[in-house]
């Protein structure tokens, strides 16, 4: 795998293209953790952890698969904006057999402050800028609707720790983080659906 690491993601995309083999499974394996990221923030939001992880792969290879060399956005944009869109359909599809519609989504990631909004790779530039002031205005609603004990429990969760992670460097019982994150999904979720109104 280390064969491909100081190479551009656009330059092993058009090798790719050309007939090597091997450079999908290491684009896929390089992008690992950050569907994983994504996935944790959209559990939040409604969705299963580990089909939300599963969608998220599904939506980096379509990234691979799709990404065209010669457009203007990098590779790594073009597949943040695959998963996100995976992502979203899962937990619109979802949330949909249960009678309760999404209606918005917004990812919970500092990681993804810079990030595309869904439609990035087609909107002209001043929607793009919208959308993501839209998002940045929403995050900090969220934000300031979370007490600072549960903002920091968000940001460890969002970083990948576990409960017992999470209880442990806040001196806080695994319990509790977990009372704590569902007080954060419900706020999540009266923020988004005021956000959709």
Not at 55 to 62: A, S, V
Not at 64 to 76: K, T
Not at 168 to 190: C, F, G, H, V, Y
Request: charged share 30%.
């Amino acid at each position: 795998m280390g064969q491909y690491d100081n190479i551009s993601d656009e330059e092993l995309i058009s090798r790719l293209r050309g007939g090597e083999k091997g450079i999908a499974d290491y684009l896929m394996e390089k992008y690992k953790g950050l569907v994983r990221q994504k996935a944790r923030a959209m559990y939040l939001i409604g969705g299963d952890t580990d089909d939300l992880s599963q969608e998220g792969m599904i939506g980096l290879f379509k990234a691979v698969r799709d990404y065209q060399p010669d457009r203007e956005a990098s590779f790594v944009t073009f597949a943040r904006m695959c998963i996100d869109r995976q992502l979203y359909s899962a937990i619109q599809n979802s949330n949909r057999q249960k009678h309760m519609p999404l209606n918005c989504y917004v990812s919970l990631s500092q990681e993804d402050e810079e990030a595309p909004v869904l439609d990035q790779w087609v909107e002209n530039p001043e929607s793009i800028i919208i959308g993501q002031e839209s998002m940045r205005d929403l995050q900090k609603k969220i934000s300031s609707s979370l007490s600072p004990m549960e903002n920091k429990v968000l940001s460890y969760f969002l970083d990948g720790k576990t409960y017992v992670q999470i209880g442990e460097i806040m001196d806080k019982s695994p319990k509790s983080i977990d009372n704590a994150l569902q007080r954060i999904r419900t706020k999540i979720r009266e923020e988004l659906e005021k956000y959709g109104k």
